[in-house]
């Protein structure tokens, strides 16, 4: 009897030749780092060296934060990931109202220039890549990055690294936007541009799927409308007067990875193809860079669980090699207390222990697509690709991401899905080991890290001092310039930099965005 696979497609006992009739290797599978990409986007992937380890990491107080840095350094990760507070992910200072009781709290706190020189102290700037998970105010939190390397004396075009900035995901899945879409969207345009003169090896934006999948997206639908998401962002591109080839080879993805690995290698595999194809046959880039699908994957934090933590080692050493197996250019493995609290600096270093394991100690690294020709995988990879593009048309009829997301499809999708998986974990069909099946009568005590909630009043006071200290004339005559470029054609970036380097806030910033622009109000149109 057949299963179902997360998306919903079917999974044959055996498969054999005949899955794979009429299937043509040159067109489906290419060679390694040639169109259409299915199997990789660079020749070598892992034999010559393996995927970065990033570690996401974040709390609390800027010096807190980069205290984890410099240990998971010196533990051997090779790329850093930023995650910041939800007050600066919504572009408010921590001494707001509305930022009462969440400084610290889900990332580092971060209000101007001056967090900023402290959360990166002591890191060469030229020597590490850092990814700041951040949406709505990427733009700002890109400019205090750049502004700390010039401090550093590392040139621009020296910074490697991503923003997230991928704030229609936010409309569909997160929640953590401020302006509405087409103001959104001409911010993200300005960074382009501003990268390709300024920073030109910085990726630009990370396009996300891994927040639609923790909304309960399926593999398919985490990549149809992810990629949706990204045909947007080219358009937006080419629209303001840029060259396809000119930005397209510093877009990246981010993908979750599960512990389905079959049907996740088929994913990717799936999502390199129709990128390839969409790149070429609509908007004829001619570089083969702008045709690649590169992306970072995190595992899946949404199938870990609170009881029985320890559990989740296992959970995510799979959902890890499913990852290197689909060919991820980064990747990230959440620790196993990731479903109770923030990371410890033991369960921090476990989960980077896990992508070297997976490195070193197998045979995963030995060569390219190791599931190339596999009957069961490519079958999936083209099931998937199928109901991907599927998705995809229906979002291109109602005019496009935006459109669709104002009608709320993408999100309405998500959670019929979500709800399906709610359903099936609660009646049992699907089996979540120690929460409905294999469970203990009591759970062994774990003590979590904790952030201090004075943090708050500390950061506060590190307002009051910066607002005494900075001269006061030269940050309102920066503000000023930039709400004139955001009411007109001016990239905005410059005179944003500008009002940085005066010490000027994230939220203060934000607010002189908020009165041009406006914020989004979600529509509940279904």
């Known amino acids: 009897m057949a299963r179902e696979s997360e998306s919903g497609l079917p999974i044959e006992p055996v498969y054999g030749p005949d899955a794979l009739e009429g299937w043509d290797p040159a067109e489906k599978l290419g060679e390694p780092g040639k169109y259409p990409f299915t199997r990789g986007v660079y020749p070598s992937m892992y034999t010559g060296r393996p995927w970065t380890m990033r570690q996401y990491a974040g709390f609390g107080t800027a010096t807190e934060s980069n205290a984890r840095y410099k240990q998971l350094i010196a533990n051997g990760t090779m790329g850093l990931s930023v995650a910041f507070d939800l007050p600066t ?3 408010h200072d921590s001494d707001a109202a509305i930022a009462s009781g969440e400084v610290g709290k889900v990332g580092v706190a971060i209000d101007s220039i001056d967090d900023m020189r402290v959360l990166f102290g002591g890191i060469p700037l030229d020597k590490v890549s850092t990814s700041m998970t951040i949406n709505a105010p990427a733009a700002l939190l890109l400019l205090m990055y ?47 541009k501003y990268c390709k003169t300024e920073i030109p090896k910085w ?76 790149m070429r046959d609509e908007f004829g880039a001619k570089n083969p860079k702008s045709l690649m699908l590169r992306f970072h994957t995190q595992t899946a934090g949404v199938q870990l669980t609170a009881q029985q933590p320890e559990v989740n080692l296992v959970r995510v050493a799979v959902q890890g090699l499913a990852a290197v197996l689909g060919g991820t250019q980064s990747l990230h493995t959440n620790s196993f207390d990731e479903a109770i609290a923030l990371p410890t600096d033991k369960s921090a270093r476990l989960a980077l222990r896990t992508q070297q394991v997976l490195a070193y100690e197998t045979d995963v690294t030995a060569t390219v697509d190791p599931f190339a020709g596999s009957y069961v995988v490519e079958k999936m990879t083209d099931d998937v690709e199928a109901a991907a593009l599927e998705l995809m048309a229906k979002v291109e009829d109602m005019g496009g991401a935006v459109n669709a997301i104002e009608r709320g499809f993408q999100k309405n999708e998500i959670e019929r899905s979500a709800y399906r998986i709610a359903l099936e974990t609660d009646s049992g069909e699907r089996v979540v080991v120690g929460v409905n099946r294999f469970q203990l009568e009591t759970e062994e005590p774990y003590e979590p890290l904790r952030v201090d909630p004075a943090i708050e009043a500390q950061q506060a006071d590190r307002l009051a001092k910066l607002r005494a200290e900075r001269d006061q004339a030269a940050v309102d005559a920066a503000l000023v310039e930039l709400k004139k470029a955001a009411e007109g054609t001016d990239n905005v970036l410059y005179p944003m930099k500008d009002a940085l380097r005066a010490r000027a806030t994230v939220g203060e910033v934000c607010d002189a965005l908020r009165e041009v622009w406006g914020t989004y109000v979600p529509t509940n149109a279904f």
């Open 203 to 278: 990726n630009t934006i990370s396009i996300s799927g891994y927040h639609m999948a923790e909304a309960g997206a399926s593999p398919a639908q985490e990549i149809a409308f992810t990629l949706a998401d990204g045909i947007e962002y080219v358009r937006t591109a080419v629209a303001a007067g840029m060259d396809v080839d000119d930005f397209a080879p510093r877009l990246s993805f981010f993908f979750v990875s599960r512990t389905t690995i079959l049907e996740e290698v088929a994913k990717f595999r799936a999502a390199r193809r129709i990128w390839a194809k969409v």
């Open 146 to 192: 750049q502004l700390v390397g010039e401090e550093q004396g590392v040139p621009a075009d020296k910074l490697t690294g991503t923003i997230q900035n991928d704030v229609l995901k936010e409309y569909i899945a997160r929640g953590t936007y401020i302006f509405p879409p087409k103001p959104s969207l001409r911010l993200i345009a300005d960074i382009f």
């Open 89 to 91: 992910q919504m572009g």
